[in-house]
């Protein structure tokens, strides 16, 4: 299976880490899209986008740079391709599970191979494991687009859908297409990857600093406390989406942890 790695080119450091963290795993380097050169929004106060004129430029350069990333991917010969961002911590098992395919369960389209977040999610019950770790349908939002593994019918089906990009990658990959229900989408269960900056360290390395990711501005304390709380009522109606989706009495909320 063939890994590809999203870089700046203003990042040598990261690049080199990577390759040093996939020594023995075949991969390619993709050519980040710098957000610095785009036009959009600097910075957004947190509501999630839903038109292009309310993504920020870094949030469509990141995008663009998946998008990229499955272009190449569908000139390339492999059924499956794993695509990483370079701020990831990758667990020794990785290239175990890249030089092979027959863990993947048939059918399978998109696998969620990152912990993004230490929250409970939706997942339905184990279809198969390898090397200590299981598979799950995945049936709840878990954002996040550092790491996971594609297939090439939900390679090309996204490009052709995300010519203009209105929503966040993450949020396409891992929210959207799970209510349209039209690909077999999975959490491997550890995972096998984490960005630095979930995994609890009090500080990040200068070569680790996101580049391409969102930026945020603060919120004056009167609309954080008004945030947190709509917090609640946000989550209940989520869960509620996928209730009358069809997908809460299939699935049970685990916690996805990294190792």
């Not at 890994?3 to 040093?20: G, K």
Request: glycine content about 6%.
């Amino acid at each position: 299976m063939l890994t590809y790695v999203i870089n700046l080119d203003r990042q040598p450091e990261r690049m080199a880490r990577m390759a040093r963290l996939l020594d023995g795993v075949s991969f390619e380097r993709v050519s980040a899209v710098e957000g610095r050169t785009l036009n959009g929004l600097e910075r957004r106060a947190g509501e999630v986008p839903r038109c292009p004129e309310e993504l920020t430029r870094y949030e469509l350069a990141l995008g663009l740079s998946h998008r990229e990333t499955w272009r190449r991917f569908l000139l390339e010969g492999p059924a499956f391709c794993c695509v990483l961002e370079d701020d990831v911590i990758l667990s020794p098992d990785f290239p175990a599970f890249m030089k092979a395919e027959d863990w993947l369960p048939a059918g399978a389209s998109i696998v969620k191979i990152e912990a993004f977040t230490r929250r409970r999610l939706l997942l339905g019950s184990q279809e198969c494991g390898f090397m200590g770790r299981v598979l799950r349908p995945l049936l709840s939002s878990h954002l996040g687009t550092a790491g996971y593994i594609i297939g090439r019918d939900a390679a090309a089906m996204l490009l052709s859908q995300t010519e203009v990009l209105s929503r966040p990658i993450d949020h396409i990959l891992f929210e959207d297409l799970l209510l349209e229900k039209q690909f077999k989408i999975y959490q491997l269960v550890p995972a096998l990857c984490i960005q630095e900056r979930m995994n609890g360290a009090p500080g990040l390395p200068p070569e680790l600093q996101s580049t391409i990711q969102s930026k945020k501005r603060r919120l004056p304390r009167r609309q954080r406390a008004l945030r947190e709380l709509k917090r609640p009522f946000a989550a209940l109606g989520n869960a509620m989406t996928f209730v009358f989706s069809g997908k809460i009495a299939a699935g049970r909320f685990r916690t996805v942890s990294y190792r």
